[in-house]
T-cell receptor, first 117, second 107 residues
Framework: DAGVIQSPRHEVTEMGQEVTLRCKPISGHNSLFWYRQTMMRGLELLIYFNNNVPIDDSGMPEDRFSAKMPNASFSTLKIQPSEPRDSAVYFCASSERLAAKNQETQYFGPGTRLLVL | AQSVSQHNHHVILSEAASLELGCNYSYGGTVNLFWYVQYPGQHLQLLLK??????LVKGIKGFEAEFIKSKFSFNLRKPSVQWSDTAEYFCAVRGRFGAGTRLTVKP
């Protein structure tokens, strides 16, 4: 398996523009996570999907952020409009749920490095 | 509120020193616990995980962690660090991460 795939790997955009980050989880995994990592705030969990349904979006910073998972093999994280403070590395991770509810291991994608000017 | 706390933001050690990084959580009930490492310029890698059984967990690269349920802790240890262990270390519980601890090992 190719692992978790994220695109683009790097994105530079101007303030006010829409940004769409994409993620393809590992085939067969039923949970997907979006994280953001910055020097100031560290690693933050933005949203978590299970079986394509958003379960916990309490980490989504504000209405400018939205995430979708239209099917088991694809998810997007959209920022509209983008602001300089959104500059960060955005990670997608997927996991498979084993027999016991909490027994799962996350596999991370390489991340998308976003710079908003 | 549910949280994961890593006590040390930055730890500086000399090679061959022993390492212990703290991790405490506030979740109740059954938890699954992870330690991840992120080397400079690279993405996250899983070091070790605990689901059940022996509370002393062995991971890759000589790392181990001990789950102490009564203390809600899952501290990471290594008896003798190397310069190549310089990285950021994250504790995670149920998908939520601690703020991370940056480890610098001086040669």
């Amino acid at each position: 398996d190719a692992g978790v795939i994220q695109s683009p790997r790097h994105e530079v955009t101007e303030m006010g523009q829409e940004v769409t980050l994409r993620c393809k989880p590992i085939s067969g995994h039923n949970s997907l996570f979006w994280y953001r990592q910055t020097m100031m705030r560290g690693l933050e969990l933005l949203i978590y999907f299970n079986n394509n349904v958003p379960i916990d979006d309490s980490g989504m910073p504000e209405d400018r952020f939205s995430a979708k998972m239209p099917n088991a093999s694809f998810s997007t994280l959209k920022i509209q409009p983008s602001e300089p403070r959104d500059s960060a590395v955005y990670f997608c991770a997927s996991s498979e749920r084993l027999a016991a509810k909490n027994q799962e291991t996350q596999y991370f994608g390489p991340g998308t490095r976003l710079l908003v000017l | 509120a549910q949280s994961v706390s890593q006590h040390n933001h930055h730890v500086i050690l000399s090679e061959a020193a022993s390492l212990e990084l703290g991790c405490n959580y506030s979740y109740g009930g059954t938890v699954n616990l992870f330690w991840y490492v992120q080397y400079p310029g690279q993405h996250l890698q899983l070091l070790l995980k605990y689901f059940s059984g022996d509370p002393l967990v062995k991971g890759i690269k000589g790392f181990e962690a001990e789950f102490i349920k009564s203390k809600f802790s899952f501290n990471l240890r290594k008896p003798s660090v190397q310069w190549s262990d310089t990285a950021e270390y994250f504790c995670a519980v149920r998908g939520r991460f601690g703020a991370g601890t940056r480890l610098t090992v001086k040669p």
